[in-house]
């Protein structure tokens, strides 16, 4: 009877860790996506952990019916809600955030994800990906900047300093 009860008491926990860690994926994904309306919210199956989307009137919308850079801001908004359900400072690295992303979530990456996504990030970009506007307004939440710089000749890379020929004081 006790591991009957135990076992039920497991069912139940996961369950609701499965609803909160849903509905904080669902915040994050709303704070990220331009199109505010197209998912109302995400459910994670407490069984098998797999994640439903659902619109506004409740029905289920396919993740192959979303564009690229939606998959991606989907993405960060599941390691988003981990973060933030785990109720632990996990490190998070994102390899080339923003190039499958138009304007629009680019500006809201930067603006949204990069300052709340936790203490240590680490961000791989390439030189076109972040640059302009979008450098200068991650520029104040950046502790180290480093370009990995490919040498031809020596058939080697090395860590230099800065981001792109920009020091960290440039930013």
Same mark, same amino acid.
């Given at each position: 009877m006790a591991?009957?009860?135990v076992r039920e008491f497991m069912r139940r926990l996961q369950a609701d860790k499965a609803g909160a860690l849903g509905r904080s994926i669902s915040e994050c994904l709303r704070l990220l996506l331009e199109k @505010? &309306? *197209?998912?109302?919210?995400?459910?994670?199956?407490? @069984? &098998? *952990?797999?994640i439903t989307l659902r619109d506004?009137?409740?029905g289920t919308i396919g993740k192959d019916g979303l564009s690229a850079g939606e998959r991606q801001m989907l993405a960060v908004a599941i390691l988003w809600g981990l973060a933030k359900s785990s109720g632990f400072a996990l490190p998070v690295?994102?390899?080339t955030p923003?190039?499958?992303?138009d304007s629009a979530h680019r500006e809201?990456?930067?603006?949204?994800?990069?300052?709340?996504?936790?203490?240590q990030v680490l961000v791989l970009s390439t030189n076109e990906e972040i640059s302009g506007r979008y450098l200068d307004?991650?520029?104040?939440?950046v502790s180290r900047a480093y370009t990995l710089q490919y040498d031809?000749?020596?058939?080697?890379?090395?860590?230099?300093?800065?981001?792109?020929?920009?020091?960290?004081?440039d930013l």
């Open positions: 591991l009957g009860v @505010e &309306s *197209l998912i109302a919210s995400v459910r994670i199956d407490p @069984e &098998s *952990l797999g506004s009137q409740g690295i994102i390899d923003m190039a499958r992303l809201s990456f930067v603006e949204r994800y990069l300052p709340n996504a936790g203490e307004e991650a520029a104040p939440h031809g000749a020596q058939k080697c890379s090395s860590i230099v300093p800065g981001y792109f020929g920009r020091r960290l004081s």
